[in-house]
């Protein structure tokens, strides 16, 4: 049992889908400099700093070098970390491993892309088994709509299930000043929008975006000085599986399963959906808004459709999922699993403006990578 | 060669992935590089808190995190601070066949160094504590090229 840690700041850049006005090391120096100002604290009380990207998107290597002035990493302890779609929540992961270990104190965590620097699904498709599968398979849409489409046909799910999920999200990202996309949009339109890969359409799928996401870890003593009410880290779990898609489970998601089933019972959660008062999840198509809340306990495998349908998981229903607009409207790859943390944080810390979900005391963070790898954290109000 | 090399037939895959790639220069740089472009000047930043003058220019400053936020025109001279001969070529990457010099040259005003290409004086004949002055390349297109070289200064 490591120390308690609280996130005591939390700063991100106003993403969108190409930022022509800053370098990747501006981006990072606003999101640390927003995190600093919101935890009213200096680079000097940094102890140490994770930060973490995909190197393939922007072809520079080594970030902790070259930005670390816009980090504020000079002369201070560096950590990079990459760990695919997940590197957000890993990042934050991290930074929650390096504070509780009781060897630093306050540590910053920083996710960053600038997906306009290259042809996203082209780099995408880079981590994918070269001789393998990446020639069909790679990148994020294929696997994705495969999984559903096996869904769809296990329990009778329907891409207008899907379309529910599209359509929240994107107006959640109204309240959201930081998101990148902020349009208003239907059932309808979410149907009546292009296929990309079916079933799949345009407006189901994240878009790629520029921005960064700053998250400031700090131990229990330092956290309860610095910060009036600090999002107290519960749990904090990773799991991953196997390499090949073709070795996947596909009718639900068996990482996310286990990690969240971890991580409900480090924080003593029985009943989820009763419990969490908001969750943001790592959800990069709407399709997995309907098909991974069986996975995360929700309800039993192929019942999840009902619960999107009720209206469970919209801002007034019982468990707000995604007030920020989630994935699917603001995706700097990077930053987008931290910017889930930060998002969560900013819900217990009551600083997430109009998209406020009201008295949120416990929150459900998950990241996706992989592909089919799953982080979760745990943020709460009370101490753990 | 041992044996049971005999057993593997050696397969390799070529790649087809060119992934494009394109970089923001960004507030900082953009207005060092608009400057040198357009008016051939060489500015610098200077944070306001420490007074460190950093050319390039820098995004924050390096021992304070405050921005930099003090423009600087700098005269472009310096002196030769530490340097070395390249004797091999790189014809993907250096701008000059070898053998060329580059260096690192303290400008005048500024706090730290640029690395550039001293050029214009036999190799050999290159010194640390050299004065030297920025040329300025006819075409300019808004890169670290717009300074063609330094050369010692007459
Ligand atoms: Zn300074």
């Keep these: 049992m490591g120390k308690r840690v609280g996130i005591i700041g939390v700063g991100q850049t106003h993403h969108a889908s190409q930022r022509l006005d800053a370098s990747g090391v501006e981006l990072i120096a606003e999101a640390v400099t927003r995190a600093l100002d919101d935890a009213e604290l200096t680079v000097k009380d940094i102890d140490a700093v994770v930060i973490g990207n995909m190197d393939h998107f922007e072809n520079i290597n080594y970030v902790d070098m070259w930005a670390v002035d816009g980090l504020g990493a000079v002369m201070k302890p560096v950590f990079k970390v990459t760990t695919g779609g997940t590197t957000g929540t890993t990042i934050a992961a991290c930074a929650f491993y390096t504070v509780a270990s009781g060897l630093f104190d306050v540590v910053l965590a920083v996710g960053w892309e600038k997906n306009s620097e290259s042809d996203t699904q082209a780099a995408v498709a880079t981590c994918a088994n070269p001789v ?75 878009p790629r975006s520029d921005g960064a996401c700053a998250v400031i870890f700090a131990v229990e003593e330092k956290a309860k000085k610095l910060c009036p009410k600090p999002a107290w880290v519960h749990a904090s779990v990773v799991r991953h599986d196997y390499t090949h898609f073709g070795d996947l489970e596909w009718t639900f998601m068996p990482t996310l399963e286990r990690a969240s089933a971890e991580a409900y019972k480090l924080a003593g959660i029985t009943n989820p959906l009763k419990e969490f008062d908001v969750a943001e999840l790592y959800l990069p198509a709407s399709t997995c808004g309907v098909k991974w809340m069986d996975s995360l306990w929700f309800c039993e495998h192929g019942e999840a459709p009902k619960l999107v349908r009720k209206g469970v998981f919209d801002m007034d229903g019982e468990l707000p999922v995604n007030p920020s607009g989630g994935v699917i409207c603001t995706n700097p790859i990077g930053a987008t699993g931290l910017i889930r943390v930060g998002e969560a944080a900013w819900q217990i810390m009551g600083r997430a403006g109009a998209r406020q979900v009201e008295n949120a005391r416990l929150a459900l963070v998950t990241g996706f990578g992989g592909c089919s790898w799953s982080d979760v954290m745990i943020l709460g109000a009370d101490l753990p | 060669m041992s044996d049971w090399k005999k057993s593997i037939t050696p397969m390799v895959f070529p790649g087809k992935i060119a992934v494009p790639y394109t970089w923001t220069v960004g507030s900082t740089l953009s207005k060092f590089y608009c400057e040198l472009r357009d008016n051939g000047k060489i500015w610098a930043n200077k944070c306001p808190a420490c007074k460190t003058v950093f050319v390039p220019p820098k995004v924050k400053c390096i021992h304070c995190y405050r921005d930099p936020s003090i423009w600087v025109e700098l005269p472009g001279t310096g002196t030769v601070e530490s340097y070395t001969i390249v004797r091999y070529e790189e014809p993907m990457l250096h701008p000059r066949k070898a053998p060329f010099v580059y260096g690192l040259i303290k400008m005048d005003g500024a706090d730290t160094c640029m690395v550039h290409i001293i050029d214009e004086i036999e190799p050999e004949k290159v010194k640390v504590g050299m004065r030297v002055e920025a040329v300025l390349s006819e075409n300019r297109e808004g890169n670290i090229l717009d300074i063609s070289h330094f050369r010692p200064v007459k």
């Design chain 1, 132 to 206: 393998l599968e990446r020639d069909f398979f790679a990148g994020a849409i294929g696997p994705l709509a495969t999984e559903y489409s096996m869904y769809m046909k296990a329990y009778g799910a329907t891409e207008e299930d899907a379309a529910i999920v599209a359509a929240r999200e994107r107006n959640n990202a109204l309240n959201n000043p930081y998101a990148h996309v902020r349009q208003a949009v239907t059932v309808e339109d979410v149907l009546k929008s292009p296929m990309l890969s079916y079933p799949i359409k345009f407006l189901d799928m994240c």
